[in-house]
């Protein structure tokens, strides 16, 4: 069974109209596409953080250290310290001025959650003022 839509005329009209409906289903299956692939093109990039081409800034006269040694283990300045004796020793190095900026430098081969956790026992020391201390790359 068929059926004539022209009702009678054999030859067909031409339409100078575009149809936009396959151009509109293109667009909607890229805008999918993009938006799936978009989060997916985000991905972890390996970082060297020790060094770093970044101005030096001025240091002051006595500045405080807290080193992170490969071993995991703690020094405030030269002294080293076990990490449950971290507070009470910034307390007593500072004379009690949790505004004193400590300067956290660690080995490059320190994973970056005891970096974080040793960040963290800072911060629940009361100390929040940390500069992270790096080797300047001379270029």
Not at 68 to 91: C, M, N, Y
Not at 92 to 113: C, S
Request: aromatic letters at 4%.
């Amino acid at each position: 069974m068929s059926v004539r839509l022209d009702h009678g005329k054999d030859e067909l009209d031409e339409v100078h109209e575009i149809n936009v409906t396959p151009f509109i289903d293109v667009i909607l299956v890229l805008l999918i596409i993009f938006m799936i692939a978009a989060p997916l093109a985000t991905v972890d990039i390996s970082v060297d953080l020790p060094s770093s081409t970044a101005e030096p800034q001025p240091r002051p006269d006595k500045p405080l250290y807290l080193t992170v040694k490969p071993d995991l283990s703690l020094a405030v300045g030269d002294t080293p310290i076990a990490r449950g004796q971290l507070s009470a020793a910034l307390e007593q190095t500072t004379h009690g001025d949790r505004q004193t900026r400590i300067f956290l430098r660690a080995d490059k081969v320190v994973p970056y959650g005891e970096l974080m956790e040793v960040m963290n026992l800072l911060r629940a020391a009361g100390f929040l003022k940390i500069a992270l201390v790096g080797v300047e790359k001379t270029s």
